[in-house]
């Protein structure tokens, strides 16, 4: 049978590094309650000029160089974001332009944090079924151009960055299952309830969120997927080597973990660095532990996302 793996991951974060002490000079806020809260020390801040697409071409780079495949001879180019560089054409068309890979197919997927593991699941089905042979899937965000810099409650709570992963058809997998959900039902929650009409900006262009209520809807849903997961892939939490959760709040990620009975060691945390990158947190997380030599060949790794939609999902995967 016909399976997609992961054979070269990549990531970039803009220079600029913002850490706690800089909000607190201007907001209500502090480096203790942020930490203690959300377990964020600092974030990556995109420059004025960079775009989603720029974040994404370095990380695409990076990636396709870690598997050996130039860029032209791609054949899909997913991009997991909600913040794209226009209304369109997409980050996809553009990253693809960027990268001189003319011809293949290119579009994006937009399910917020859970973006990642949509766009993942998605690429997998096309080499699944033969319609490609190989994927580039990335997940990029600029967030800080859709923040509310003077609402202490979402403002400290986001960074920017992209992460990417080339796909490739393989006889073995690779990735296992996906399982994807969303209950459009809670949009409200978690959204930008802003649009573009007639030249202007209708509703709001900033983030909002029931801070509270994402939390408990996070914890519960992640939980729930990973054993739906497990159960599509026909494994057991003890095959798991690493769970790398959509990187929100250090506090949901270890209550999902201890809800789940997984040790503490196998969790991947990279939000106290980044922050929360929406889309693009899963692939950096994961190029960030390959890279360190932590996740390897053959380890199992669950990737999990949750976010605004509401949406989540899960992918397994044998590196
Ligand atoms: O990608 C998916 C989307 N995002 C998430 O998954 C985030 C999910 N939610 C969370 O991570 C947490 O709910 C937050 C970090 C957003 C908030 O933590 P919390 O423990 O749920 O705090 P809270 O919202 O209940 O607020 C507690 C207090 C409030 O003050 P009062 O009403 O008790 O007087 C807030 O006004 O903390 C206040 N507060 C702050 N104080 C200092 C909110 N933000 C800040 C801040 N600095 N930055």
Known sequence: ????????TGSYLPARVVTNDEFAQRLDT?????????????????????????????????????????ASRLELIVV???TPDYIFPSTACLLQAKLG??????????????????????????????????????????????????????????????????LAADERPGIHASVLRADGRHAGILSVPGNICGGRVCGSPFLQMQGNQVFKFAVRVLEEVAHETLAAAGMSLADVDWLIPHQANVRILEATAKKLGLARERLVV????????SAASVPLALDEYVRAGRIRAGHNVMLQGVGGGFTWGATLVTM
């Not at 042979?133 to 920017?160: K, Y």
């Not at 990279?270 to 990158?277: G, K, M």
């Open 30 to 70: 502090s480096d203790a309650w942020i930490r203690e809260r959300t377990g964020i020390r600092e974030r990556h801040i995109a420059d004025d000029g960079q775009n989603a697409s720029d974040l994404a071409l370095e990380a695409s780079r990076e990636a396709l160089a870690a598997a050996g495949l130039a």
């Open 101 to 166: 890979a003319a011809g293949c197919a290119a579009f994006d997927v937009q399910a917020v944090c859970s973006g990642f593991v949509y766009a993942l699941a998605t690429a997998d089905n096309f080499i699944r079924s033969g319609m490609a042979r190989n994927a580039l899937v990335v997940g990029a965000e600029v967030f800080s151009r859709i923040l509310d810099w003077n609402d202490r409650a979402t403002c400290v709570l986001f960074g920017d960055g992209a992460g990417a992963v080339v």
């Open 1 to 8: 049978m016909r399976r997609a793996r992961i054979v070269g």
């Open 270 to 277: 990279t939000v106290d660095r980044h922050a929360n990158t």
């Open 80 to 82: 997991a974001t909600s």
